[in-house]
């Protein structure tokens, strides 16, 4: 799955760089939009954030790319691994700036973890 964020003067620490929890908000939305379209019957939280790298920094006006891949499938809990990139402009490279695995477990009424539909 792909979706695409822009950057806005908000979303800005004070030496104009976007603050660490504001990526991490987008990922774990975005990683429980990925698990939720994946698995439509499932209810997910997310229970665990692995591995988190910022690997460059992010200026406002920036457009995020995020791209989701399921790696991990249990039988309560789905794994993806999240990749976010900044395009170029004049059709150069894109640059990777932050990469983490999100895990999401399905719950059931009560809040209680849950198998996973076949």
């Known amino acids: 799955?792909?979706?695409h964020k822009l950057?806005?003067?908000?979303?800005?620490?004070q030496f104009g760089y976007v603050f660490g929890g504001n990526m991490l908000k987008w990922v774990d939305e975005f990683a429980w939009i990925a698990a939720s379209m994946g698995h439509p019957s499932c209810n997910f939280v997310t229970i665990a954030f692995?591995?988190?790298e910022f690997h460059k920094g992010v200026k406002e006006g920036t457009i995020l790319k995020f791209i989701a891949t399921e790696?991990?499938?249990?039988?309560?809990s789905v794994q993806y691994k999240i990749n976010v990139c900044r395009g170029r402009?004049?059709?150069?490279?894109e640059e990777a700036v932050f990469t983490t695995?999100?895990?999401?477990?399905?719950?059931d009424e009560s809040g209680k973890k849950t198998k996973l539909p076949d």
């Not at 950057?7 to 620490?13: A, G, I, M, Y």
């Not at 402009?89 to 490279?93: D, F, H």
């Open 101 to 107: 695995q999100v895990t999401l477990v399905n719950i």
């Open 89 to 93: 402009s004049q059709g150069e490279n």
């Open 50 to 52: 692995d591995r988190v």
């Open 7 to 13: 950057v806005l003067p908000e979303h800005l620490n």
């Open 1 to 3: 799955m792909e979706s």
């Open 71 to 76: 790696t991990k499938l249990g039988n309560t």
